[in-house]
């Protein structure tokens, strides 16, 4: 009966703002520079079960950088695979993403950025691995006989559509994103037994980041999440603070430091290296949720690993005529 009434649930980074493209489509090119690589791995749960693992990488590039007819929009593209639990339940997803991004007026310092998704979904299962009360004869497990379990499909493959939307402040005295993103718009059906669909639930989510500077080598940098699907809902908030410790043009080093809250679950540290193009981060999640009494409060490591790239802009030159007089 449980089964009837369970719901699986996306998978989730505890770096959210450090996994852009799973920030969804209104985060596409809302970085400083014209290409971004990003590049994330989770492990979870090792201590309580076979270790949840979830890896990311993705693309994002400014397309005026390649054409200036193509001012203002820009494309993503990200490939995500999760893998949790004794079945191998597994997941791989590859998307191409598309966004405009336009300004409130001339002058404005703010910027709306629109973009949609479209994906190509894959869900695997070994039924296998799993073990059933069938196979317990009273006394004893009996590995290898029957099962009573008969699925239809051990894969499903589904499109995926998404959308989002953004709002970026980009000023002297901080810089902000306000963000939303809506993923599964389509409700793909999850069901592996021939029947009923069973629409895969929209996610939802709502993130905010400021960097805002307390000297020159100083940035706070506040964030928050929120996200939910069904009855399901995550909210991780806290802070980073970064010390720059060399900024030239050529030479960029800086690290930094955080805390971050997943309420009712999780206490997150993190720390972070930037490196010229490069930034390089580390958290881990003590659980602190009614499960550490079987994890010991080992919730998991994760790394985050960005680089981004800005195209040297050749300069333009300028004929000037001089009359005869």
């Not at 809302?30 to 971004?36: I, P």
């Not at 939303?180 to 929209?202: C, I, K, S, T, W």
């Not at 981060?281 to 919730?299: E, Q, R, T």
Request: one cysteine or more.
């Amino acid at each position: 009966m449980s089964a009837w009434n369970s719901y699986g649930q996306d998978f989730h980074y505890s770096q959210f703002m450090y996994s852009p493209g799973n920030l969804g489509a209104g985060n596409v090119g809302t970085m400083a520079g014209d290409l971004r690589i990003a590049a994330n791995h989770k492990r979870q749960w090792a201590s309580v079960t076979v270790p949840y693992q979830t890896f990311s990488i993705g693309a994002d590039q400014k397309l005026e950088s390649l054409s200036p007819k193509l001012k203002n929009w820009s494309a993503g593209l990200l490939v995500n695979h999760d893998k949790a639990g004794d079945g191998a339940l597994s997941m791989l997803n590859a998307s191409l993403t598309t966004a405009y991004k336009f300004s409130l007026d001339k002058d404005s310092i703010y910027y709306i950025n629109a973009g949609i998704s479209l994906g190509y979904s894959q869900k695997s299962i070994d039924f296998n691995k799993l073990t059933f009360d069938n196979q317990f004869n009273g006394d004893i497990y009996v590995p290898g006989s029957a099962t009573g379990e008969d699925p239809d499909n051990t894969k499903l493959s589904n499109a995926d559509l998404g959308a989002g939307l953004s709002l970026q402040r980009n000023g002297a005295k901080y810089n902000m994103i306000v963000g939303m993103q809506f993923r599964h718009l389509n409700r793909p059906d999850q069901n592996m037994y021939n029947g009923e669909a069973v629409p895969q639930r929209v996610f939802s989510q709502y993130f905010a980041q400021i960097n805002y500077p307390l000297n020159n080598s100083l940035i706070l940098q506040p964030a928050i999440q929120y996200s939910s699907q069904l009855k399901f809902s995550e909210l991780v908030l806290g802070s980073e603070v970064k010390l720059i410790l060399k900024n030239e043009t050529t030479s960029r080093y800086a690290v930094s430091c955080g805390l971050f809250l997943r309420n009712k679950d999780a206490i997150i540290p993190s720390v972070a290296l930037d490196y010229n193009k490069f930034r390089i981060g580390f958290s881990y999640d003590v659980n602190i949720s009614s499960l550490k009494a079987a994890s010991n409060g080992k919730g998991g490591p994760e790394i985050s690993l960005i680089y981004q790239a800005m195209k040297i802009k050749s300069k333009t030159q300028h004929k000037i005529i001089c009359p005869i007089y």
